[in-house]
């Protein structure tokens, strides 16, 4: 993402987001309505397999092999092992799952960063960095990490931002994966996402972009040595849909650290049912660059968190702890259309 995060100075970064198209598939009777989950028509069984015991050696050698505008369900199973290599689902190719061994012992990894030279000789910037991108909508994975292995930033350090995964589609789903970086570890970019049962590692503003994503029963765990923020939104208007809702999950890790920063005019970022360790940075939450006046139009929220961190998150105005019609919203699938197209067995 833009900046290292140091107190009191923040710097802004150019992004640009995929905007992917909405699709809502449902029912109707006289009395109701019935939400349908429709999915692909057919399923395809991919291997990678480093030691050469599968149909691909590669993860982009088997992304590769899918069809452009693909109608079916294609399992990419990745074998144990670590895959060092850069990973593109391009947009013409849906319904793709990468499915691994575990988090612990599947994982695909690469090491660039903002400052590196792309082949064209210019430098990366944050959201190319990514060690695996996702186009594509109805993408989903399954118990596989994703790791950007460069260095973690001292404070103060620029061109130090590198994303171990990208997420531009629309209707992606995770499940049991890892997410290993420092600086802007989930580049959680445009679209609707769900995230059940992860564990998301870094430093600075580990979780940023302006996705509409609910992260549930995920442990959002800080590796901060001075200072660390969690997330990073960046709704840009009120009439924008986007915002992170986190539902009982777990922060751990060292601090200080802020919970949510005003990366958009707009950010919107609730916590609700969520574990704080005693390493929240006082007043919780940081509105980006102090010439803003972001604390006037965010929406930062908390509902019936606990932990020795708990009470710092409620420590600013502008971060306001809601009653349960304000958090509603925020706590069910329902926010990101969840049942249009999240199967049933797996929310």
């Known amino acids: 993402m833009g900046s290292l995060l140091v107190p009191f100075f923040f710097f802004t970064f150019f992004s640009l987001h995929s905007i992917s198209p909405l699709q809502v598939s449902a029912s109707a009777n006289s009395t109701r309505h019935h939400h349908k989950w429709v999915g692909p028509t057919g399923r395809r069984v991919i291997t990678v397999d480093s030691r050469g015991c599968g149909d691909f050696l590669s993860v982009q050698a088997a992304v590769e092999s899918v069809p452009e505008n693909n109608k079916e369900k294609v399992i990419i199973q990745i074998k144990a092992g670590i895959y060092i290599e850069k990973v593109v689902v391009p947009a013409t190719k849906l319904f793709i799952t990468f499915q691994g061994e575990g988090r612990e012992v599947t994982v695909i990894e690469w090491h660039d960063r903002a400052a590196d030279r792309g082949p064209n000789g210019q430098q990366l910037r944050t959201y190319k960095t990514a060690s695996v991108t996702v186009f594509a909508n109805y993408f989903s994975a399954k118990n ?13 350090m620029e061109g130090w931002q590198a994303a171990a995964f990208r997420i531009s589609g629309d209707k992606s789903y995770f499940s049991g994966c890892g997410f290993y970086g420092a600086q802007d570890t989930l580049c959680d ?3 609707r996402h769900y995230f059940k049962e992860c564990y998301i590692e870094g430093s600075i503003d580990f979780i940023f972009g302006n996705g509409r994503s609910m992260y549930k029963d995920c442990e959002l765990h800080s590796i901060a040595t001075r200072f660390g923020s969690i997330a990073a939104q960046d709704r840009k208007s009120a009439e924008e849909r986007t915002g992170f809702a986190f ?20 950010s919107r970022i609730v916590f609700s049912y969520t574990y704080f360790a005693d390493v929240v940075a006082p007043g919780g939450w940081d509105d980006w660059d102090h010439t803003s006046n972001k604390n006037k139009t965010v929406f930062f929220g908390v509902y019936k968190c606990w932990g020795p961190g708990a009470e710092a998150v409620r420590g600013v105005s502008w971060a306001r702890e809601l009653d349960y019609n304000t958090a509603h919203p925020f706590l069910a699938k329902s926010f990101v259309n969840g049942r249009h197209w999240i199967p049933p067995g797996d929310a």
């Open 189 to 191: 970019d445009a679209g």
């Open 247 to 266: 539902l009982n999950c777990k922060v751990t890790g060292s601090g200080p650290l802020y919970v949510g920063r005003a990366m958009g005019q707009y």
């Open 144 to 156: 596989i990490s994703f790791k950007n292995t460069a260095p973690a930033p001292m404070p103060g």
